[in-house]
C-alpha cells in the first residue's frame, strides 16, 4: 500500500498538493480554526466558541504529549528509511512513525469543531482525510500509523468533550 499510494507523489501536481496539505496540517490551518471557533459557533454566545477553543487547546496538548511518548517507546522507523522504493517527499518533523501526530490532530480538532459547528464538517472532513493521505504518500508513514493516529485523536476528542460535559454538569 505504501508503495503504491507514494507512487502519487511522483506526479509535480499531487506532490505539491500533498505537500501543501500537510503543511497546513502542521498547525496553521488548527490554530486558524482555534482562534474563530467563537465566530463559527455562533456570535450570540460567544462563550461557547471560547469553551470549544479551549477544548481543543487542552486536547491537543494533550494528544502532542501522548503521541511524542509513543513516538519515542515504540520508534518505528519511517517507510522512506525502512522500505525500499519509498521516496521522501518532503521532511519529516520528527524522526519515527508511530503514530501519525499529524492524523491524530486533525481528527481531533475535525471531531470537536464538529461537535459544536455540525456545518464545518463539509470543509472539515475532507481537509482531514487529505491529511491522513498525504502522510502515506509523502512517504513519511505507513497506513497503520495513521489508522492509530486517526483512532487516538477521536478518543482524546471524546474524553475531552466527556470531561467538558461533565465538568460543566458537575
Known sequence: MCLIANAACRRRALRVIFRTVSRLGDGVFWYALIATMPLWVGLDDPRTGLLASLQMLIAA?????LYKLLKN??????????LIGIEC?????????????????????????VAYAPSLVFV?????????????????????DVIVG?????????????????????
Request: hydrophobic share 50%; aromatic share 14%.
Open 89 to 113: 517527499a518532503m521532511p519529516p518533523l520528527d524522526r519515527y512513525s508511530f503514530p501519525s501526530g499529524h492524523t491524530l490532530h486533525a481528527v481531533l480538532f475535525t471531531t470537536i469543531a
Open 61 to 65: 496538548a494533550f494528544g502532542a504529549s
Open 124 to 144: 472539515l472532513l475532507p481537509f482531514t482525510l487529505l491529511i491522513a493521505a498525504s502522510r502515506v504518500v509523502l512517504g513519511l508513514h505507513y497506513p497503520s
Open 73 to 82: 517507546k515504540l520508534v518505528r522507523e519511517r517507510p522512506f528509511i525502512g
Open 150 to 170: 486517526a483512532l487516538l485523536g477521536w478518543m482524546i476528542a471524546k474524553l475531552s468533550s466527556f470531561v467538558q460535559h461533565l465538568s460543566y454538569f458537575g
